[in-house]
């Protein structure tokens, strides 16, 4: 295996593996919809520079927890497809390091959101 990367190639290989996530996981492509969908509404409801970042880092955080997910999920796989206990549990935790970056999403959501929508909906 070749051992050195120019940085270019470094890139390259980082962006195949956004690719290789985004062709092979629904819910990246689900948590990939739902940014689109987030980032169209904060033009629409005109956010604070603050809230923007919030938002950002929110939806950073959901797309980067599903990809070390599935980094995660395809080394155990790689290892063994047979039931392990460890397996089970490496698979669990990088499955709730998602769901909590999901909650966190929520709550975030909400605070940001909700009002702006209802005031929005009642203009
Ligand atoms: N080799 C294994 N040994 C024991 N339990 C396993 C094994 N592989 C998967 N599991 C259990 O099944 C669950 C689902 O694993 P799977 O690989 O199907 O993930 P997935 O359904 O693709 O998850 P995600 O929806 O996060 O992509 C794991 O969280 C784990 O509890």
């Known amino acids: 295996m070749k051992k050195t990367r120019s940085l270019g190639e470094s890139f390259l290989c980082a962006l195949a593996g956004v690719v290789y996530a985004f062709k092979t996981q ?26 923007i970042l919030a938002i950002s880092l929110t939806v950073t955080m959901v797309l980067v927890a599903e990809m070390i997910n599935t980094a995660i999920e395809t080394v155990v796989d790689m290892y063994t497809t047979e039931y392990h206990p460890l397996a089970k549990a490496a698979k669990n ?7 909590i970056s999901a909650v966190n999403a929520v709550i975030v959501g909400y605070i940001v959101f909700f009002k702006k929508i209802i005031m929005f909906l009642n203009m």
């Open 93 to 99: 935790v990088a499955a709730g390091a998602v769901l």
């Open 26 to 51: 629904r819910n990246i492509k689900i948590h990939f919809f739902a940014a689109i969908i987030v980032v169209l509404l904060s033009f629409l409801l005109k956010l604070s520079i603050s809230e």
